[in-house]
């Protein structure tokens, strides 16, 4: 089945940048996501990019999509002590339902 | 213009009790959906309702059950509590099944001893 995986832990100092990565399985998803969960609340859809993408930039985030090694990755420059949060990649699988990842914690250092 | 309202925030059950989450969405959206958090596997989706008077099983449905009351609403029931079924419940909802924009309620965090 589908399956999308990430790393659990990302420490950055604030005014650096952070890069989350993701890797899916299901070569056939129209659009892949990133959500951001900030403590105790729900998650919030961040940004997404269309399967036939290369890069989509959105402010300080810039989402990069490999579809050859079906590898998804989310930067966010200049990273504020407002960014520390869980981030969660998805892709949708064959019944439009979204396979989210474990989730990658960022912390960001003052 | 509440988005998407979960009720209880906090829930402790003794295994074996039962307990109904509930969820109401006031985007108009026709579909809706429940998911399951714990730590280090992100989110699972539980059930789901593509639209009014439909439901289907998710990744992992085992020990709930779910009513789609009406466009609005959408309740998850444990029937016996087990400890388990501890973590942090999601109720979502989206426009229609292309998921390109799903909200999220704030959470339930349930515990079961």
């Known amino acids: 089945g589908e399956d999308v995986e990430q790393s659990l832990f990302l420490s950055v100092r604030e005014g650096d940048s952070s890069v989350i990565n993701c890797t899916y399985t299901?070569?056939?998803?129209?659009?892949l996501y990133w959500y951001k969960q900030e403590p105790g609340a729900g998650l919030q859809l961040l940004t997404y990019?269309?399967?036939?993408?290369d890069m989509k930039q959105d402010q300080r985030l810039t989402v990069l999509l490999n579809k050859k090694d079906k590898h998804l990755s989310l930067r966010i420059a200049d990273t504020q002590t407002g960014d520390s949060a869980i981030y969660f990649c998805?892709?949708?699988?064959?019944?439009?339902?979204?396979?989210f990842g474990s989730g990658t914690r960022l912390l960001v250092r003052p | 213009n509440a988005g998407v309202t979960q009720t209880p925030k906090f829930q402790v059950l003794k295994t074996g009790q039962s307990m109904t989450l509930q969820c109401a969405q006031d985007m108009n959206h026709n579909s809706m959906y429940w998911y399951r958090q714990d730590p280090g596997m992100g989110l699972r989706l539980i059930y789901y309702s593509a639209s009014e008077g439909t439901t289907d099983k998710g990744e992992v449905p085992n020990g709930y059950n779910v009513s789609r009351l009406n466009k609005r609403e959408f309740s998850l029931r444990l029937e016996s509590a087990a400890p388990s079924q501890t973590s942090v419940y999601f109720c979502?909802?989206?426009?229609?099944?292309?998921?390109?924009?799903?909200?999220f309620g704030s959470g339930t965090q349930l515990s079961v001893l």
């Open positions: 998805a892709e949708v699988d064959s019944s439009y339902k979204l396979i």
């Open positions: 990019i269309f399967s036939n993408m």
């Open positions: 299901d070569s056939s998803s129209t659009y």
């Open positions: 979502a909802s989206s426009r229609d099944r292309e998921p390109e924009k799903l909200f």
